[in-house]
């Protein structure tokens, strides 16, 4: 396998280079020679003058395009041109497939053309998947598509992009183009080895936040909230042609299997709704994200460690623009060292694609890694030409550092509001009053940057752990810690709802301590105190996982038991009453308790359940105490 990798603007630049008695012997003596485009025009005339070109020479090359929000060549960024990738295959055998999806139902095409891959291919080492996921539902192809596919053999590719938003973006294959389809690359034979890496870098920096209404692609409402209003509150961005280049730094962050996934906005309806390129799920939980440029680089150092070991002879950037618009002239340095490893091209994605054991994925603001050998690999060749195209740096994909800071500068304003108002201030001004600070990415902007979002996280996470005990403040009882009244009664609400919809049966015990006044005359508040403790510590052993305690008042506690009969609480509670009867509390006090056991009746109110417990208990007294009344 030898790989070379060409920039071009004109084409007899290519087609001088394709005359050479190199690639003409390169050509003459391979199994097969796999070329892909990766092209700043989105132009079929353009794409096909290239191929044209490409097929005197290698007449049945397999050849893919796509049109790019930049490309990759030699690990540089190169803007407004064509880097073109032979792959010369001494052993492997490719095919190429290609569907114009017209179906709606996505999934249902994915099957049918993962299904037509397998029956049709053999020795299947890997495919390479290119797709217009803005113009098609492509989360949902590749359901279909992981559904008709037996190995588990990579499959890897990306989104095609576009740099001006009035342009289509487009796939290619051997003449054949789409604007609305997905192209396929198979890869076959004994002796081909592919790996494939990715990684994120994005970091939470949002609360955690629930997705409440969404409709397919579109994300109605956060929080109940608008969706786009939840953005803009955040980061101040507004709802304009910019709204795309805008939000790309800041994807929405969920986690589903242990792994997390970041889903960027693509559109916005009336600032209400806003739509993606990757599927979402209603009810799930998720977190705005940022870019932490210095994990960026450090996860690009170590997947370079584990592609230099693979030893391979070609490799393959898919990167979603997101990371270019966040890098912006630092890109480089998570790319250009794998050059240093083998010929490497690419370009920045509308997605990537990437598959998990035999689940295929679209993914968002990751890297997409592809390393590829036949056999044990070798050492690589040098391929890109001294004085290629040096890269063009053009609108509007650079300099954008500076609103990036003032929108993570607005959500430091709006998630420390209050309380840490003083901190944040007093952050800001060292994080951005020591421009000469020394820092790993050598450009100011990205310095500031990484350290604003450091400080946001360090805000974010003091801020969750003070609502986390500010919520448990006001659930707990604040002596026996067990819930208060007014969330044992919400649990109780909530399992009468549920006995109401499922037919299932529930009950409660309330529980009173008898002659507790008088231990308390008797021996002092610490010591009734300390009884009230101990007496919910044997409570709580005794009770089931599922049940819950509350303190209902001074010395009275209530107990909720689903999933119980009538029988099966009085036989709990009698067990309760005669644990609670053979301790020997604080300072050898003996103490008794009496116990009012009810079961739920299907549209009883919540009083009226609780007055029948409280009736029992009453019973329980009159009775003498120290005894168990049901109602």
Request: charge should be negative; glycine fraction near 6%.
């Amino acid at each position: 396998m030898i790989s070379k990798v060409l920039s071009i603007n004109q084409i007899e630049t290519l087609k001088k280079w394709l005359q050479t008695e190199e690639i003409k012997n390169q050509t003459k003596h391979s199994l097969s020679v796999f070329v892909q485009i990766f092209s700043a025009r989105s132009d079929p005339q353009w794409l096909t003058e290239i191929e044209s070109a490409i097929r005197v020479v290698a007449p049945l090359a397999v050849i893919v395009g796509s049109s790019t929000m930049g490309e990759i060549g030699e690990g540089r960024l190169l803007t407004n041109t064509s880097v073109i990738s032979f792959v010369f295959f001494k052993k492997t055998l490719v095919q190429g497939f290609f569907v114009d999806i017209k179906n709606p139902d996505e999934a249902v095409v994915g099957k049918s053309f993962s299904e037509e891959i397998e029956s049709r291919c053999q020795k299947i080492g890997g495919v390479l998947l290119l797709a217009t996921s803005s113009s098609i539902d492509a989360s949902n192809f590749l359901k279909g598509f992981s559904a008709g596919r037996r190995g588990t053999y990579p499959v890897f590719g990306a989104g095609a992009g576009v740099y001006e938003g009035e342009q289509k973006p487009i796939v290619s294959l051997n003449h054949q183009f789409s604007s609305n389809g997905v192209v396929a690359v198979v890869f076959m034979g004994d002796d081909i080895d592919i790996v494939v890496h990715t990684y994120l870098g994005w970091e939470p920096l949002s609360k955690e936040l629930t997705l409440t209404e969404t409709n397919g692609l579109w994300l109605k409402t956060i929080d109940d909230q608008p969706a786009f209003e939840v953005y803009h509150r955040y980061l101040n961005i507004q709802d304009d042609e910019d709204f795309f280049l805008n939000v790309l730094e800041f994807p929405l962050l969920v986690e589903r299997n242990g792994i997390v996934y970041a889903k960027t906005p693509i559109e916005v309806k009336n600032r209400h709704a806003i739509k993606f390129i990757a599927d979402i799920q209603q009810g799930e939980s998720a977190r705005i994200g940022y870019g932490n440029p210095a994990r960026i680089i450090k996860n690009a150092r170590a997947i370079q460690d584990r592609v230099q070991a693979f030893n391979p002879e070609g490799i393959f950037i898919y990167s979603c623009t997101c990371r270019r618009f966040l890098l912006q002239n630092e890109v480089e340095l998570e790319t250009k060292d794998f050059q240093t490893i083998a010929p490497t091209a690419g370009f920045y994605t509308n997605g990537e694609i990437y598959s998990h054991e035999e689940t295929v994925m679209l993914l968002n603001a990751t890297m997409v890694a592809v390393s590829m050998k036949e056999g044990a690999g070798k050492a690589h060749e040098e391929v890109l030409e001294k004085g290629l195209v040096e890269p063009i740096t053009g609108k509007p994909l650079i300099w954008r550092d500076n609103r990036m800071i003032s929108r993570l500068v607005n959500f430091i304003g709006k998630v420390t509001a209050g309380g840490v108002r003083k901190a944040s201030e007093n952050g800001l001004e060292k994080s951005i009053d020591e421009p000469t600070m020394v820092d790993p990415f050598n450009r100011q902007n990205n310095r500031i940057i990484s350290q604003l979002v450091n400080f946001i996280k360090v805000v974010t996470e003091e801020l969750e752990v003070a609502n986390q005990e500010a919520t448990r403040l006001a659930e707990r009882d604040y002596l026996t810690q067990v819930y208060n009244r007014l969330k044992g009664h919400e649990f109780l609400q909530n399992e009468m709802v549920r006995c109401n919809r499922y037919d299932l049966e529930c009950a409660i015990i309330m529980i009173d301590v008898d002659f507790f006044k008088k231990a308390n005359d008797t021996y002092g508040h610490n010591i009734g105190d300390a009884v009230l403790i101990q007496l919910v510590e044997i409570l709580t052993q005794e009770i089931r996982e599922v049940d819950v305690l509350s303190r209902w008042g001074g010395e009275e506690f209530l107990v909720i038991m689903p999933l119980i009969d009538e029988e099966g609480a009085k036989n709990a509670a009698e067990r309760l009453r005669a644990v609670v009867e053979r301790t020997l509390f604080t300072q050898g006090l003996r103490q008794t308790a009496s116990f009012g056991v009810a079961t739920y009746k299907k549209g009883e109110s919540a009083e009226a359940f609780i007055d029948r417990a409280d009736k029992a208990l009453y019973e329980a007294k009159q009775k003498g105490r120290n005894c168990v009344v049901s109602k």
